[in-house]
């Protein structure tokens, strides 16, 4: 998610958090049990599957009436409906917070602000402010940690999991989220939404413009002059700022959709084996035919396969020729982009119901 709605989850979670006696901790996403997931992001359903994979409880942070993630928190969002997600999250962890704990006056949390102010405080009335007060000091801790400059700006999500309740202690120090992982390749960085608006990437004679907003680019036309650059260590400084955008892209014919760096970004990330948080014994099926490159002849008798429904890794190879090694790498691929996902097991069907009365007797015979 965004760093400013970031900002703005993390003070309305240590307010929540204060009034159910502390019975949750930040923690970072590898080590959580539940985790964020801005699902109104671009990469917002690319990370549900990743973490779904991984069996993580996903909550999709969301304006839509509906997610496909284990929970939903409703966006916008405050610090009275973090404190009922936390609630129904698991009831038994705040030793009867459901029953118990002092509401959270709606409103409380701040509106996302720049990362370099503070939010700024919301007026309570008088028989809630000593309530409030200490969710509110805990709040400026991880605020004041989140504009400190040194520190990286932004996560992909925020994570929370269950901590040992002590009754004695209503409001316990809040220790600030590990700093997000800093972005390494070019593929990461795209991903990451550390950067936005039109830029360019120059390095070693290739020239990209990037279009974040747009999420387009114009480059080569072939995608193998940039296997070397998706994969290897790129930082902030390969990146400029470009003023007079049209001027640039001026003569270099149609853009190219950004969703296709992101695709060759997968295909070569993993070297054949598949990317962190999915099981090499799974079973991947293709939602939708992608679009093949003719780089990659082969791609095609893959899709053809995984059209036909879910298979293992190895089945796949099989059935189209091609290397287990050349199949994970297309997976790979495809589940970055969302083309693919892993099958999921089938839902029990309902037990039929029994015949009830005269005439269901008469129809159950």
């Given at each position: 998610m965004d760093p400013a709605t970031e900002a703005s989850l993390k003070v309305a979670f240590s307010i929540a958090n204060s009034q159910l006696a502390g019975a949750w901790e930040l923690l970072a996403n590898d080590t959580a049990d539940h985790v964020i997931v801005d699902m109104d992001s671009m990469y917002g359903p690319m990370s549900w599957l990743r973490l779904h994979a991984a069996g993580k409880?996903?909550?999709g942070l969301t304006s839509a009436p509906r997610t496909q993630a284990d929970y939903r928190l409703a966006q916008p969002f405050d610090a009275a409906s973090v404190q009922r997600l936390l609630v129904e999250l698991a009831p038994?962890?705040?030793?009867?917070?459901?029953?118990?704990?002092?509401?959270?006056?709606?409103?409380?949390?701040?509106?996302?602000?720049?990362?370099?102010?503070?939010?700024?405080e919301q007026q309570v009335p008088a028989d809630e402010e000593t309530s409030a007060r200490d969710g509110l000091d805990a709040a400026r801790v991880v605020t004041n940690e989140l504009n400190d400059?040194?520190?990286?700006?932004?996560?992909a999500s925020a994570a929370i999991m269950p901590a040992a309740t002590n009754p004695a202690l209503h409001t316990p120090p809040v220790d600030p989220a590990p700093a997000p992982v800093e972005p390494r390749t070019l593929t990461e960085w795209l991903a990451s939404g550390r950067i936005t608006g039109q830029v360019g990437f120059e390095r070693e004679g290739l020239k990209l413009l990037l279009d974040l907003d747009r999420r387009e680019y114009f480059g080569p036309a072939t995608l193998k002059p940039l296997g070397a650059h998706v994969t290897t260590d790129t930082d902030s400084a390969d990146f400029t700022v470009i003023n007079d955008?049209?001027?640039?892209?001026?003569?270099?014919?149609?853009?190219?959709?950004?969703?296709?760096?992101?695709?060759?970004?997968?295909?070569m990330s993993g070297g054949g084996k598949l990317l962190p948080g999915f099981d090499p014994q799974a079973r991947f099926l293709m939602l939708k035919w992608p679009q093949?490159?003719?780089?990659?002849?082969?791609?095609?008798?893959?899709?053809?396969?995984?059209?036909?429904?879910?298979?293992?890794?190895?089945?796949?190879?099989?059935?189209?020729?091609?290397?287990?090694?050349?199949?994970t790498d297309f997976v790979n691929a495809n589940l970055a982009t969302g083309f693919a996902e892993v099958e999921r097991p089938p839902e029990p069907e309902p037990e039929p119901r029994k015949p009830t009365g005269l005439f269901g007797r008469f129809r159950g015979r």
């Open positions: 409880t996903v909550i038994e962890v705040v030793n009867g917070a459901s029953e118990h704990a002092e509401p959270v006056p709606s409103g409380l949390s701040p509106a996302p602000q720049p990362q370099d102010q503070l939010p700024k400059p040194s520190e990286p700006a932004s996560a955008w049209e001027k640039e892209v001026a003569g270099l014919g149609a853009a190219q959709p950004l969703s296709r760096l992101l695709w060759f970004g997968g295909l093949t490159e003719r780089e990659f002849p082969r791609h095609f008798r893959i899709a053809t396969v995984m059209m036909k429904g879910a298979a293992a890794l190895d089945e796949i190879a099989d059935a189209s020729g091609v290397s287990v090694g050349d199949v």
